[in-house]
């Protein structure tokens, strides 16, 4: 069985703890050709051909940078691209056929970014070697398979990519929106492409002054008005509000409809629902090693990696299935007592007014908060989380509020550990079960808080929120920069601890299957973005999901398989049916 050793550099920190993995291995013999560890450059190197796989150095290593994997024995020889000596591997890739939008779905950290930019041939494979592959290599590498073919025209294939942090974008281009749109609009459609995205607005401002989501979709934009013949799309729903998500989705399978082949990197399984034709589960360990598996029509995909299990492959990846309720958590979740309630407000700021309308909490409940972005979601949280006062009405709770804004700052000079317990003083063995493992922050807890990726800063920032003793739970986006399995992690942390606790939970997020899977009631905001922002509810699921969806202008059903929410494709037979019914959210 072949066997891979992987150091996390950014995790190792020698100095510290004076290289502990080289003293205790039982295999170190200096100046012995049975070394299995070596020191280079001041970081360890294990030979993978002499590691006996003992794991010693494992358990020793108190930052726990290194893995000692037992690979498949089929993968033996399958490696496309390897990160240097005891780096990240990859195994196989994805296929990118014409007329066709193919999805790709795994953890963070498993190499999804990686096989794009093989493909879009911004990174050069080495077959797993020191050395970048040669042209030969590469073509005996694929003989016979799809690939083959297509690493032979690699030169000739055009490429457009949009990579998954758009946070750059001003730094490395000037200009106004529709100025850089018409740079890039080799196939005539920038007009079209503003519409469908809805730039229009924003048409005239320059690019160093747009939001988050108004970059995601100028990047889009950008990458689909080029002329191509594959189309490379990393994580392009991030910073999107669910009717833009469509919207871009709608855009993404326009490419493949008039012959392209269209690659995207997903996490929010609703819109790689909606628009892909086939999907490639990826799987393996994080940082260490990922393998892309054969591809899937997208719904039996999509289902196969909410199983956990491969069958064609015989490899289980995750030891619990994922599964969603048939109908929204029943009222026994909700005491009928009130936990506080809320008169009617309004917030006023320079072009912009926020209604909202009187509404309740209950113990034990969360409240999914859900509407198009700049309509007022966030500002709502803020009020109550008593950061902006009301211009009319008062808020008055008289409860002990946790809160986790939007928008993360790493402004502490200390480890996580050191952090969280700035917060939460010492744990306590419910917080470290339900929230620290839950939540895989155990391996992150000697990192610099100030080093950490947005995922990782988003996770900690959860859990020092949910590990707080308080009555109110107020939560801004949790699912960002979350794969799926931590987006539904962090929802069984949360409604583990509303339970535990008897308090009570507002969620704002973008994600449906995170909404559907996390909430007992629905907060909806309508209005008109950027100006007008106004309150529906808290309603009961199947009203609030109707009402928001009415807005969206979309359907959807729920999966007999797993129970997820899958949205129908605009126009088609249920869609239609579900419209006449009213039907929006089919819950039965």
Not at 104 to 128: D, E, F
Not at 345 to 373: A, D, M, Q, W
Not at 390 to 417: H, N
Request: charged content about 25%; aromatic content about 6%.
């Amino acid at each position: 069985m072949p066997r891979l050793a992987v150091l996390n550099s950014d995790a190792c920190q020698p100095k510290r703890c004076s290289l502990e993995c080289l003293r205790y291995c039982p295999g170190v013999r200096t100046g012995d050709e049975t070394i299995v560890i070596e020191e280079q450059v001041g970081k360890p190197l294990i030979s993978e051909e002499l590691c006996s796989g003992c794991g010693i150095c494992v358990h020793k290593c108190p930052f726990k940078a290194i893995s000692i994997i037992n690979l498949p024995q089929e993968l033996e020889g399958r490696c496309i691209h390897r990160y240097g000596a005891n780096g990240f591997a990859l195994y196989m890739l994805p296929i990118p056929r014409a007329g066709k939008v193919t999805g790709l779905v795994g953890q963070n950290g498993i190499g999804k970014t990686t096989a794009l930019s093989i493909l879009a041939g911004r990174l050069k494979s080495n077959l797993g070697s020191p050395e970048v592959a040669t042209s030969e290599a590469i073509n005996e590498f694929f003989k016979g398979s799809e690939l083959q073919g297509y690493f032979a025209r690699i030169g000739k294939i055009k490429t457009v990519y949009k990579p998954q942090s758009i946070d750059q974008l001003p730094s490395s281009v000037k200009g106004d929106v529709v100025e850089l749109l018409g740079r890039a609009d080799e196939r005539g459609v920038a007009g079209k492409l503003m519409e469908d995205l809805g730039l229009d607005e924003i048409a005239k401002r320059k690019v160093e002054h747009l939001s988050g989501g108004e970059l995601q979709r100028l990047a889009i934009a950008a990458a689909a008005a080029r002329e191509a013949d594959v189309y490379c799309f990393d994580e392009p729903s991030s910073h999107l509000d669910v009717y833009q998500r469509l919207n871009a989705a709608k855009v993404i399978r326009g490419l493949a409809n008039v012959g392209k082949a269209v690659l995207v990197v997903e996490h929010d399984l609703a819109v790689l629902d909606y628009m892909c034709d086939y999907v490639h589960v990826m799987y393996g360990t994080p940082g260490a090693y990922g393998v892309v598996s054969s591809p899937r029509g997208v719904r039996v995909g999509i289902n196969v990696f909410l199983d956990g299990y491969l069958r064609e492959e015989n490899v289980r990846f995750r030891r619990e299935s994922i599964r969603f309720e048939v109908r929204p958590p029943t009222k026994a979740r909700i005491t009928g007592r009130v936990l506080f309630g809320y008169p009617e407000l309004t917030k006023r700021f320079k072009g912009f007014e926020l209604k909202v309308r009187p509404g309740s909490i209950s113990p034990g409940e969360i409240v999914g908060i859900v509407g198009p972005n700049a309509t007022g979601k966030t500002t709502f949280v803020r009020l109550l989380a008593g950061e902006l006062k009301p211009t009319s009405g008062r808020v008055g709770i008289s409860l002990s509020i946790a809160y986790k804004p939007q928008y993360l700052r790493a402004e502490f000079d200390g480890t996580v550990e050191e952090w969280l317990h700035k917060f939460l003083g010492e744990f306590d063995q419910a917080f470290e079960a339900e929230v620290l493992e839950r939540l895989d922050l155990k391996t992150l807890m000697e990192r610099p808080l100030a080093e950490l990726s947005g995922g990782e800063l988003q996770r900690a920032a959860i859990a020092a929120c949910i590990g707080q003793t308080a009555d109110l739970y107020l939560l801004d986006e949790p699912s960002a920069y979350l794969d799926v399995e931590q987006r539904l992690n962090v929802a069984k942390a949360i409604r583990r601890v509303i339970e535990r606790r008897e308090a009570a939970a507002l969620v704002v997020d973008h994600d449906i299957l995170v909404v559907d899977f996390i909430s007992d009631r629905l907060l909806v905001f309508s209005g008109e973005p950027g100006r007008l922002g106004q309150t529906h509810g808290p309603l009961d699921m199947r009203s609030g999901m109707n009402l928001f969806l009415r807005e969206v202008g979309v359907t959807f059903r729920r999966d007999p398989q797993t129970g997820r929410p899958r949205a129908n494709k605009l126009g088609s037979r249920l869609d239609r049916e579900q419209k006449e019914r009213g039907e929006h959210f089919y819950l039965g």
